[in-house]
């Protein structure tokens, strides 16, 4: 039987990468293809696999692990400074969806119990898969971006608020007058007791750690499992459940308690083991709970709910967005953003399952809708945001602004000159005299390597609008630039690649939204040696005529001239990169060097 249980979670591990794999492949969340494999693998086709006490054991764990990985994701502070449209936009995309789903439960003869769980699930937003499709859909500094992140964090924050008291319901077997006193106080005790001890408690912890110098990340880890487990244990002592205590401990977690290198390398260490071992165990594990007999019992209910799903996030957004004055269109577009599901709203509908809450029927039309709204975000915020764009209504908002660039060689400087006319600029080098000459010469450099996060995020990476990788080796420009782009989420990347790089560089280029410097690819170890010695020439030259960089690059390159174009200035002197996708305007100037 033990070894019966190793080969189950083997097979449940090989599964989950493989689903996971195929599903990010396409850009979906890495959840979807667990949850789609657990089906296909699982009692409801295959059968290779079922749930057994030991994959129930590790997939409860992964469950506390994952809301405790999500509260170290989520900025709480950013609850204090929401938007009005971000209020508004998490309000109606939470309370329409969830009360349609409370009475498409209850008409259909559900208990009131269960119409609650439902409607809890089908009113929560995905948060964690949100910056990645605003990236890829470069909407990152857009309003609409804003709003759906602020909307998320709430919406969900609500979902879980309210699921904590249903669930102390549900345990205490009454609804009484003085059962409902009764939870809410144990509510109330839990709140401030885990708030004591995350504001006042482990930053004391964390500074006798500082005190005594101590850097055992392991030991580290361990305290970090201890604090999660502990906070879980409260919450179920409280009549919540333990989802709610891991969700706070990660909130707190977040704030800064330990050092910040070490915080950032045992929250790296949390999150492998917790998306990459644990999670994957709870959703393919979730995927055996899935019946198919929906499909011919209960239909009309799937159809409903997912309309209810769909009509309810998206028009309740949008009717509660209209006070904030950015119109319709723009709710709509924050509504198809918010429609998509994650793994809140799993874990919530597997423990309505397990309490036997809901049925087996239910529980799987819910998993269906997950899959389906998600599955629909980028293609309706793609359709929706379109819409804007050409209407002249996409709003973007300067949150990001300036250059990090890395390299601080002569080219690098001489663009940076430039550059911080009408920019921030900041620049990042792990050769020591090269920053120091930088400095030397007014530069804002910072020693260190680029290919580190921790690095990248002691300069603020994520306030910056642009990245330029200005070194002559490939090979490091698309590694800065793939960091940028996944931790970061850096809007423009721009890179040097040399004329050596192969296809595989240029493929990496498309799938992390990166254009090459230059507009071509070039060999700047020259450059670099002339601008060092001073012996090129900065030449100026104005477009009369509208072309891509491409064209104007080929129009020189016919002349039979040796040059390397760096900025294009347009009419009020603000200056930008010569890369491969863009456009120069009539009266724009060109600066190259030769």
């Known amino acids: 039987m033990e070894g019966y249980d190793i080969l189950s979670i083997l097979l449940v591990l090989i599964s989950a990468w493989i689903g996971g794999f195929a599903m990010k492949r396409i850009g979906y969340p890495a959840i979807l293809g667990e949850l789609l494999v657990g ?102 500094d857009t309003r609409i971006a804003y709003v759906l992140m602020v909307g ?98 990660g909130l707190f977690v977040r704030d800064g308690i330990f050092e910040k290198q070490i915080t950032k390398q045992v929250n790296s260490v949390f999150h492998d083991v917790s998306i990459g071992f644990m999670a994957p165990i709870f959703f393919v594990s979730t995927g055996f709970q899935v019946t198919l007999d929906v499909f011919k019992t209960d239909l009309n209910l799937l159809i409903l709910i997912l309309v209810i799903a769909f009509v309810g996030k998206i028009l309740g957004t949008v009717l509660f967005y209209l006070p904030s004055g950015h119109g319709w269109r723009e709710g709509l577009a924050v509504g198809a953003g918010m429609n998509g599901r994650g793994a809140v709203e799993i874990i919530i509908a597997g423990i309505g399952l397990q309490k036997g809450v809901i049925t087996q029927e239910v529980f799987s039309i819910l998993v269906f809708m997950a899959i389906l709204t998600t599955l629909s975000v980028p293609i309706m915020l793609t359709w929706t945001t379109n819409w804007l764009q050409k209407s002249g209504k996409l709003v973007r908002q300067n949150t990001r602004e300036g250059f990090l660039i890395m390299g601080a060689n002569s080219l690098a400087l001489l663009i940076s000159k430039y550059l911080k006319d009408s920019n921030t600029v900041t620049l990042i080098d792990s050769n020591k005299d090269l920053v120091a000459s930088a400095k030397a ?18 300069v603020g990476a994520k306030n910056f609008k642009t990245f330029l990788g200005l070194t002559s080796n490939s090979e490091i420009n698309l590694l800065a630039a793939q960091l940028a782009y996944d931790a970061f989420y850096i809007p423009e990347k721009h890179i040097v690649l040399t004329s050596g790089e192969g296809r595989a560089g240029i493929s990496l280029l498309k799938s992390i939204s990166t254009s090459t410097l230059f507009a071509s690819k070039a060999n700047i170890d020259n450059w670099i040696k002339k601008v060092q010695n001073n012996e090129h020439k900065e030449v100026f030259e104005k477009v009369v005529q509208k072309m891509t960089t491409r064209q104007w690059l080929k129009s020189k390159l016919n002349e039979n001239v040796k040059i390397l174009p760096i900025l294009i200035i347009d009419e009020n002197k603000n200056n930008r990169p010569f890369h491969y996708n863009d456009t120069i305007n009539i009266e724009e100037k060109v600066l190259y060097i030769v």
């Open 39 to 140: 089906i296909l693998v699982g009692p409801a086709l295959l059968g290779w696999i079922d749930s057994n006490s030991t994959i129930d054991v590790l997939a409860e764990t992964g469950i506390i692990m994952l809301m405790a990985y999500i509260g170290m994701e989520i900025n709480f502070k950013d609850l204090g400074k929401a938007s009005k449209a971000g209020l508004l936009a998490a309000l109606g995309g939470f309370l329409v969806p969830f009360i349609l789903g409370y009475y498409a439960i209850t008409i259909n003869g559900g208990t009131q119990i269960s119409g609650f769980f439902v409607g809890i699930a089908v009113g929560v937003t995905s948060l964690a898969t949100k910056s990645r499709i605003l990236v890829d859909l470069n909407l990152l």
């Open 152 to 249: 998320a964090l709430i919406s969900d924050t609500i979902a879980l608020i309210i699921f904590a008291g249903l669930s102390s319901f549900i345990d205490a077997g009454s609804v009484d007058t003085m059962g409902v006193i009764m939870v809410a106080v144990k509510a109330l005790l839990f709140f401030g007791l885990t708030s004591a001890l995350g504001f006042y408690v482990l930053p004391y912890v964390g500074k006798l750690f500082t005190k005594y110098n101590i850097k055992d990340k392991t030991l580290y880890f361990t305290l970090l499992l201890v604090i999660v487990f502990g906070f879980s244990e409260l919450a179920e002592i409280a009549g919540l459940h333990s989802i709610l205590g891991a969700f706070m401990a």
């Open 441 to 458: 010469n007014g530069f804002n450099c910072i020693h260190g390597n680029a290919l580190e996060s921790n690095i990248l995020e002691e």
